[in-house]
Structure formats: C-alpha cells, structure tokens
T-cell receptor, first 115, second 110 residues
Framework: NAGVTQTPKFQVLKTGQSMTLQCAQD?????MSWYRQDPGMGLRLIHY???????DQGEVPNGYNVSRSTTEDFPLRLLSAAPSQTSVYFC??????????????FGSGTRLTVV | DAKTTQPNSMESNEEEPVHLPCNHS???????IHWYRQLPSQGPEYVIH???SNVNNRMASLAIAEDRKSSTLILHRATLRDAAVYYC???????????FGEGTQLTVNP
C-alpha cells in the first residue's frame, strides 16, 4: 500500500548514543517533514524538506540532523541522544505544488526512549 | 502562523452527530482550514479541509463561518472508532508547515 513507512517502530538508546530514524514514502511527494510528540501534547516540527537536496529547520531542530538525497527518503539523525529526546517521532509527506490544497500523509511513528 | 483555539475535550454518544468547534479569529484570506485526527498510538490522519465553502467527504463535513473566523467539524454519526484527538490547523499558502495545537479529545460513549 502507498504511504509513509517509518522504521524502527520502537527503540531504546543510552544517553550519548547516535542513531538514524528512517522514513520512506512511495507517493512521489516533494515535501517531507519530521515531527515529535511528547506525552499529552501536540506535534512539533523538527525539520522539513521541499525536495531532494533541500532541507530547513522547524520549531525544535536542536540535536537532530537531516538530509534528503532522494525524493523517497528523509532520515532523521540523533547525534548524541539525550533523555529530553524521549518522544514519539512522526514522519509526514505531502505534494508540494499547490500543497495547501492537499493533506499530509503521516507514518505510524517511532517510539524512542533514551535512558 | 495564525492560531486556532479548540476545546480541550468533548463527549458524544454513539450514533449521534458531533460538532467540533474551532476558532481562528486571525485567519488570513488565503489560509486553508485543515482538520486532522489522531487515534490512540497512531499517527495523525487527514480528515478534511476547506477555504471558504462548506465541504463534505466520506469521513466528515466542514462548516466554515461566513467571516471565516471559526469552523466546525461535523461527524454525522459518531462511532466508537471516532474517539480520537481532533486538530484544527491553518495552512498558509506560502508555508510548508503544519502547526499543531493541543486539539480536542473526543470521547464517544457506547
């Protein structure tokens, strides 16, 4: 089925470790983004991309890196994990052209715990 | 980004209509009104969006006030599967981001 695929679904890291959260979409969407959701709160934008080779920061970018080498993939890297990065991470994509007329498609999330 | 205001929570009975309100008094003329919902332990799901006219789709209806300063998401017959957090979001024409508030937690009673 077409959609946004996130891996892994669950991850436990030790403080200081690094890891990459994977996000892939097969809908040829130009726009991709990463959000985090802390317990009882709405989603906050981390980074986003409007196409291959183009990325920009969102509301809470510190401690995260992204790159966009292909249209399909938008990985999120945690450089040195901290307990404050314990959260659920969602990837989303959307067509870019006249995008305000389209909804976002979200992945099912990665639940990350940093101990 | 213009802000939206929603009630923290609402309750409904199964098979009854639900009207979820959203205020967006600072909306600009070209902002689209989007609604998403998030079921427990899942990612947000697109529900509906509109600009000026009322909109209907298989999931819900969106009623937009004439001055566009408020809107209402209408679920015509609530089911237990509609229990979720519903987010009302304004989407700028030139922006690429969705800014989520805290949404409305809808509880559906059997």
């Amino acid at each position: 089925n077409a959609g946004v695929t996130q891996t892994p679904k669950f991850q436990v890291l030790k403080t200081g470790q690094s890891m990459t959260l994977q996000c892939a979409q097969d809908m040829n969407h130009e726009y991709m983004s990463w959000y985090r959701q802390d317990p009882g709160m709405g989603l906050r934008l981390i980074h986003y991309s409007v196409g291959a080779g183009i990325t920009d920061q969102g509301e809470v970018p510190n401690g995260y890196n992204v790159s966009r080498s292909t249209t399909e993939d938008f990985p999120l890297r945690l450089l040195s994990a901290a307990p404050s990065q314990t959260s659920v991470y969602f990837c989303a994509s959307s067509p870019l052209t006249r995008q305000m007329r389209y909804g976002y498609t979200f992945g099912s999330g990665t639940r990350l715990t940093v101990v | 980004d213009a802000k939206t205001t929603q009630p923290n929570s609402m309750e409904s009975n199964e098979e009854e209509p639900v009207h979820l309100p959203c205020n967006h008094s600072t909306i600009s003329g070209t902002d689209y009104i989007h609604w998403y919902r998030q079921l427990p332990s899942q990612g947000p799901e697109y529900v509906i969006h509109g600009l000026t006219s009322n909109v209907n789709n298989r999931m819900a209806s969106l009623a937009i006030a004439e001055d566009r300063k408020s809107s209402t998401l209408i679920l015509h017959r609530a089911t237990l599967r509609d229990a979720a957090v519903y987010y009302c979001i304004l989407r700028a024409t030139s922006g690429s981001r969705l800014t989520f508030g805290e949404g409305t937690q809808l509880t559906v009673n059997p």
